[in-house]
């Protein structure tokens, strides 16, 4: 797939071949979902998410491939109402989405601000 050309090896790569039935690859990637799994796991049973949302390279070349193995993963680890309930879904926004996520807490925080303080000038009057 590269060539011989080593450099070239990327996720998009791994993946491709994984889905090809390469062997290393589909183990390299295992293991990488399964880490990632256990991790949000944890993170579902703390924090309950409605949604959890994926980017970057790994998740928008692995299409539903991944993200049923990450599920499934969730199922086992996770507690079970919190485990079901959570939405996984992967971006579309490409590599702008944590840019575009940070905007939009910075501009969420800004607002809930001014709407406080115009509230407290209310209250006063």
């Known amino acids: 797939m590269v060539d011989g050309n080593l450099d070239r090896i990327g996720v998009e790569v791994i993946v491709q071949a994984a889905k090809e039935n390469d062997t290393l690859s589909f183990r390299v990637l295992h293991e990488a979902i399964s880490r990632i799994g256990i991790m949000l796991a944890d993170v579902i049973n703390l924090l309950n998410p409605n949604c959890v949302v994926?980017?970057?390279?790994?998740?928008?070349?692995?299409?539903?491939?991944?993200?049923?193995?990450?599920?499934?993963?969730?199922?086992?680890?996770?507690?079970?109402?919190?485990?079901?309930e959570a939405?996984?879904?992967?971006?579309?926004?490409?590599?702008?989405?944590?840019?575009?996520?940070?905007?939009?807490?910075?501009?969420?925080?800004?607002?809930?601000?001014?709407?406080?303080?115009?509230?407290?000038?209310?209250?006063?009057?």
């Open 54 to 84: 994926f980017a970057g390279p790994l998740f928008r070349h692995g299409d539903d491939f991944l993200l049923d193995q990450v599920k499934e993963v969730i199922r086992r680890r996770a507690l079970e109402k919190s485990g079901n």
């Open 87 to 125: 939405k996984l879904r992967v971006s579309s926004l490409g590599s702008e989405t944590a840019a575009l996520g940070a905007a939009t807490l910075i501009t969420q925080q800004v607002l809930e601000k001014l709407y406080y303080e115009k509230m407290a000038l209310h209250s006063r009057a």
